[in-house]
C-alpha cells in the first residue's frame, strides 16, 4: 500500500490542532498548583454554570452572601423585611373585630415599635403603600384601601420578634376590608 504525500490543507489542519491544544499544555506544564488567584482573575470571570453543585463552601462565600443565607435566628441588624397585609370578612353588625396574623420571614432579634401610616409620612415610616419604608427598630404598616371600618390597630405584643397582628373594627353589617403593604426593620 503507497502512502499519499502530504497536501497543503492536511498541513495546515495539523498546525492548527497543535497550537490549539499547545496553548492548554503550556499552562497545564508551566503553572504551580494554586497559583492563579483573585488577583489573576478578572471580575465575572467565573460563571455559575462553571461551577460544581456542592463544591463551594461556606469559607467560600463573601460576607454578604453568608448574611444572604442567615437561617432563622434573627434579622441582621438595619435588614428589613417587606410584606403585604388585610383583612377581609363580613361583619353582622357595627364594632366586630376582624385580625389577621403576619408572620416575618426571618425573626427579629428584639420586638419592633408598630406604627400605621393613615397620612403623611412620619420620621419612623418614611415610605409609603406603594414603597414601604421603616427606619431601624419600626414596623411601618401602610393601608392602602378600607371599606367598613371605623378603626384600625395593630398589636406587636403577643408576638413580638415573631411578627405582628392587624385588626380592624367594623362600622356595620356588610363586608369588611382593608389592605396595604408593611416594612419592618431590625434595630
Known amino acids: 500500500m503507497r502512502l499519499s504525500r502530504p497536501t497543503i490543507g492536511g498541513s495546515i489542519a495539523v ?31 467565573i460563571k455559575t ?30 435588614g ?12 353582622t353588625g357595627a364594632g366586630q373585630d376582624f385580625s389577621q396574623y403576619v408572620s416575618y420571614a426571618i425573626p427579629f432579634a428584639s420586638a419592633l415599635t408598630a406604627e ?4 403623611p409620612a412620619t420620621a419612623n415610616c418614611p415610605g409609603s403603600d406603594t414603597a414601604p419604608k421603616a427606619a431601624p427598630g419600626h414596623l411601618c404598616l401602610y393601608p392602602s384601601g378600607a ?9 406587636v405584643l403577643n408576638f413580638g420578634k415573631l411578627g405582628f397582628e392587624f385588626s380592624v373594627t367594623s362600622t356595620g353589617t356588610g363586608n369588611i376590608v382593608e389592605s396595604g403593604t408593611w416594612a419592618a426593620t431590625a434595630p
Open 15 to 45: 498546525v492548527a490542532l497543535l497550537a490549539a491544544t499547545g496553548g492548554t499544555s503550556y499552562a497545564a506544564a508551566a503553572l504551580a498548583k494554586n497559583s492563579v488567584g483573585n488577583y489573576q482573575m478578572k471580575d465575572n470571570a
Open 49 to 78: 454554570a462553571e461551577v460544581y453543585n456542592g463544591s463551594l463552601g461556606l469559607a467560600d462565600l463573601s460576607a454578604g452572601a453568608k448574611r444572604a443565607l442567615l437561617l432563622p435566628g434573627s434579622a441582621p441588624s438595619k
Open 80 to 91: 428589613t423585611q417587606y410584606g403585604v397585609f388585610g383583612v377581609d370578612s363580613h361583619a
Open 116 to 119: 400605621i401610616v393613615s397620612g
Open 147 to 155: 371599606a367598613n371600618v371605623a378603626s384600625d390597630a395593630v398589636s
